[in-house]
Each structure stands twice: as structure tokens, then as C-alpha cells.
């Protein structure tokens, strides 16, 4: 390409909502650069602030500077500006800037020299990451040398251009792939990312991609920007990242490689760590919170995560700071709450076995609902050990397994909060109530069900319980320990009509 014919083909465009603080930075690197033949879209997205008139005074001054105005703020806009520009221009280059950052004053030059020598479609510059309060560098993205796309390349060299795709601005597009763009892959229905999924249609249409071993271009990291707000629309946009992500290799090279699934899921790791950090500090409710929560952890792609045997020290870090998020709260500590964070921590393969603050009882119920839901989702590994560890504080539980403890929970419950009462109410009312108890575990209930009534002193419940126990061993053919049993009740109660009974069925 001659670079001194048709650049009034290149296209740049922002959009701007309530920038005035940032605008000119923006313009004027636009303004500035070498080559000057070019429009510049220039588009008040419904700002409150002094924008427009920024706006004003730059078209009224500079002729290549296309001012459009829009009273409400939305996303999209590139869309409608893009259907304008297909039609004016037969050929040529977009280029895009946010309002806040700025390119280099030979972003355009070198970047249109770069595609006129590889013959690119789409090239890529490197990055500058600069903190926007500071103003001091804080990192810089770019290759050790310049990197060409094609073929079996976009494959191959993935893990490499991958964060290059993933942002809308640094880049040069040719409009004959823009023209080629389904709609569909770029619009779809996320609150962040939807500038990734244009770079990825426009790579994923492109026959040659260049990424330029030189940084052009200047991103200010402020706390204001999208990236660090937070909505429940976010955590859909990682999935959809993700499953996009493996389409485009899929339409580019037929397969997603193992090597490239773990790279994404590697990917994924880090957007939800995003995701959680803004979540987290986000200024909404707890409960809210624990919701958002609830939805990233239960959902596919960190379910297969969390399975992938990979990464395993940054998944570990990572989940144990949200469960210590979400067992800080008094909000889990009971009713609803209890039940979502059982089902967080039980989503994140978590077990706590002591929780500053929490009492034996609560912290038991939580590892109970856990082991719940990890049966009802499959896993093979429960928190048994953590179960049985916490309820041996009570000497009428010591030895007792997991499976048991949880089938009488409210009644261990009671034990750990130390009113034996009500765990003796309990057992009578499951009795009386004729619950079909597993037979595993009749035995062990009566031994609680002893127990407790000869710490409280309640010779009735005692003798009744007793009576119960022999019963059992009758109807277990252990003759010999019923005997032994009813040894001891004999003289005692030999008028009684149910210890009578118990005698007759012993054979004496």
C-alpha cells in the first residue's frame, strides 16, 4: 500500500460518556499523528459533563473530526458507526481509542508500514499500562519480535497473540474483514468483554493477523473503568469468554488442543479472580453477595475447573480466600444463609474444620449441608474426617461415623450446643413419629438415647429406652446379650408387663 494515497480510508473512532477530564489526551494523540489523512468518529455517548462542548470546539477547528451526539448512554455504538463507514468507505482501516488513553504519535505510520510489508488484514501494537492517578508506568505488554498469523500459525502460536485479542483498541482492522463480521458473535449479551469478542471475530475472519513487536499505545488503569464495577451480567460475560474463545479455534484449526484448553482455563481462573475481587467489594448486600457467589462457583466452566487437575496451588489460594470471605459473615451462620454458603464451599470442594468465632453445632450443620450437596453433585470425596473431628468434643459422640451423625443432626446439634434436654425430646419424637431409621444405625441411637437419659436422671426415659434396646437384640438373634441385658431389670421390674413380654420372647 502507498501510504501517501487513500488515507482518507482510515477510520478512527471513540466513544466518550462524561470524559472531560480525558478527552483531549484522547484527541490530540489522534491529532498528532504522522499521517493526517484520516476521519475521526468522534461520539458523545449521552455525556452530563462538559464532553459535548469539548467535542464542539475540536470539530469546529479540525476538519477531520466527525462529531455525532447521542442523548442517551448505551453500548453498541460502534455498531451503528460501523454500518456508516461500510457504506461511505469501499476499502480502508478503523482504528479505535478509548476516551481515557492515548497512541503513540507514529501508532498510525508504523502500524499501516507493518500491514503494507506482511500483507495483514488485522495488526496488533503493544501496549502501555499507566496508572491513571500516578501517571507512572506500571507495565508493558508487547512481543520481543513481531509476530505473523496464518494458517496452522493461529493454532500453534495461541497462548501468545491470545492477550492481544482479548481488547478492541491497539489494533488496525481492514474494513474487508469487518464486512465479514457475523453480528451475532459480537453483540451477544454481556456487561464486559464485548471489545474481546469484536478482536476475536475480526482475528477469527482474518486470513493474516500481525501482531507489531512495539508499544504504540497507552492504557490508563483507573478504578472508574468498567473493569472495576461490578454487575450481574459479569459473571455470564467469563463464560461466554470462555466457550468464544474455544469456538474461535474450533472455526480456525478444527480442534481446541489440550495444551490451548489448559491455557483457557487458565484464563478463566484469572477472570473470575477479577470477577470476585470487584464482587467482593462491591457496594451491595451481603446476602446479594453470597448469591453472585452461589452462581460462579455452581456454574460448568468453574466446575470443570475446579475438577481440572491443573493449577492446583493458584485454585486453592484463590477458593480458600473466599471461603474465608464467606464464612466471616453472620449472615451464614444460620437459616438461608447457612444453606448457600454449604453450597459454595461444597461447589468449591471445601471443608473447614475450625472457624474463629463459629460454635461446634453451627460449624457441624454447615459441613452436614456440605456433605449433602456433594452427594447430590457426585463427589467421591466428603467431609467426613472434618465431621467426625468436630462433633468427638462430645463424649456421647466419640467413635460415631459420619453417615450416622448426619442422619441425627438436629439431635447432635442440640448435644453441641449442650442442651441434652432437647436431644432427648428429639429422640422421643423421632420414636414416637415411627421414622423408618436405617438399621445401621438403631443400635448406636438407643446407646445415645441411654446415655443422655442417665445424665439427666430421667429413670422413666432410662427404662423405656432399655426396654427398646433388648427388643432390638431380640429381633437381631443376639440372644446372649439380651440376656445379659435383662439381667440387671429382672428383680427390678419383674411386674413390668413389657419386661414380662421381653421374658417370654427369651424363653424364660
Request: proline content about 2%; aromatic content about 12%; some cysteine.
Amino acid at each position: 500500500m502507498n501510504l501517501n494515497k487513500n488515507n482518507d480510508n482510515i477510520i478512527f473512532y471513540t466513544r466518550v460518556y462524561n470524559g472531560e477530564e480525558t478527552l483531549s489526551r484522547c484527541v490530540d494523540s489522534i491529532l498528532n499523528q504522522t499521517i493526517s489523512n484520516f476521519k475521526y468518529y468522534l461520539v458523545d455517548n449521552g455525556s452530563t459533563d462538559k464532553t459535548r462542548k469539548i467535542i464542539n470546539r475540536y470539530s469546529k477547528n479540525n476538519e477531520h473530526i466527525i462529531p455525532i451526539y447521542y442523548d442517551e448512554n448505551r453500548p453498541g455504538r460502534l455498531f451503528d458507526i460501523l454500518d456508516t463507514v461500510l457504506d461511505k468507505h469501499s476499502n480502508g482501516y478503523l482504528c479505535t481509542l478509548d476516551a481515557d488513553d492515548e497512541y503513540a504519535p507514529d501508532f498510525l505510520e508504523k502500524m499501516l508500514a507493518f500491514i503494507q510489508k506482511y500483507n495483514l488484514e488485522v495488526a496488533a501494537c503493544g501496549n502501555d499500562f499507566i496508572d491513571a492517578q500516578t501517571k507512572k508506568l506500571i507495565g508493558v505488554r508487547k512481543l520481543g519480535k513481531n509476530l505473523v498469523l496464518e494458517g496452522a500459525g493461529f493454532n500453534k502460536h495461541f497462548r501468545t497473540y491470545h492477550q492481544f485479542m482479548r481488547t478492541i483498541w491497539g489494533k488496525v482492522y481492514s474494513l474487508s474483514v469487518l464486512r465479514r463480521y457475523n453480528i451475532y458473535n459480537t453483540k451477544k449479551n454481556i456487561s464486559y468483554g464485548s471489545d474481546t469478542l469484536f478482536a476475536m471475530e475480526a482475528f477469527r475472519n482474518a486470513s493474516r493477523v500481525g501482531i507489531l513487536a512495539k508499544s504504540l499505545h497507552k492504557y490508563y488503569i483507573s478504578p472508574k473503568s468498567d473493569s472495576y464495577m461490578f454487575n450481574e451480567k459479569r459473571i455470564a460475560s467469563d463464560q461466554v469468554l470462555f466457550d468464544a474463545a474455544c469456538d474461535f479455534l474450533i472455526s480456525k484449526s478444527g480442534e481446541v488442543s489440550d495444551e490451548n484448553r489448559s491455557f483457557l482455563r487458565l484464563v478463566y481462573l484469572n477472570a473470575i479472580k477479577d470477577t470476585l475481587n470487584v464482587l467482593l467489594n462491591a457496594q451491595i448486600s451481603v446476602s446479594d453477595k453470597l448469591a453472585y457467589l452461589l452462581d460462579i462457583f455452581q456454574s460448568r466452566h468453574t466446575q470443570e475447573l475446579i475438577k481440572w487437575t491443573e493449577a492446583g496451588p493458584q485454585k486453592r489460594q484463590l477458593f480458600s480466600q473466599v471461603a474465608a470471605w464467606v464464612l466471616s459473615k453472620k449472615e451464614v451462620r444460620s437459616g438461608s444463609g447457612l444453606d448457600i454458603a454449604a453450597n459454595i464451599l461444597a461447589a468449591m470442594d471445601i471443608y473447614p474444620s475450625q472457624i474463629d468465632g463459629w460454635q461446634d453445632g453451627w460449624l457441624f450443620m454447615l459441613l452436614a449441608k456440605i456433605r449433602d450437596r456433594q452427594i447430590e453433585m457426585g463427589f467421591s470425596r466428603l467431609p467426613d474426617s472434618h465431621i467426625v473431628s468436630v462433633t468427638a468434643t462430645s463424649p456421647y459422640l466419640v467413635g460415631s461415623d459420619a453417615g450416622y451423625l448426619c442422619y441425627f443432626r438436629d439431635i447432635v446439634f442440640s448435644i453441641l450446643q449442650n442442651d441434652d434436654n432437647k436431644a432427648l425430646n428429639q429422640i422421643e419424637e423421632l420414636i414416637a413419629q415411627e421414622i423408618d431409621i436405617p438399621g445401621k444405625y438403631i443400635e448406636d441411637f438407643l446407646t445415645l438415647a441411654l446415655n443422655l437419659s442417665a445424665k439427666l436422671e430421667y429413670p422413666d426415659y432410662f427404662v423405656y429406652f432399655k426396654k427398646l434396646q433388648i427388643s432390638l437384640l431380640i429381633d437381631l438373634s443376639r440372644v446372649d446379650e439380651a440376656v445379659e441385658e435383662f439381667a440387671d431389670w429382672d428383680e427390678i421390674l419383674s411386674d413390668d408387663t413389657d419386661f414380662k413380654e421381653l421374658k417370654e420372647r427369651l424363653g424364660k
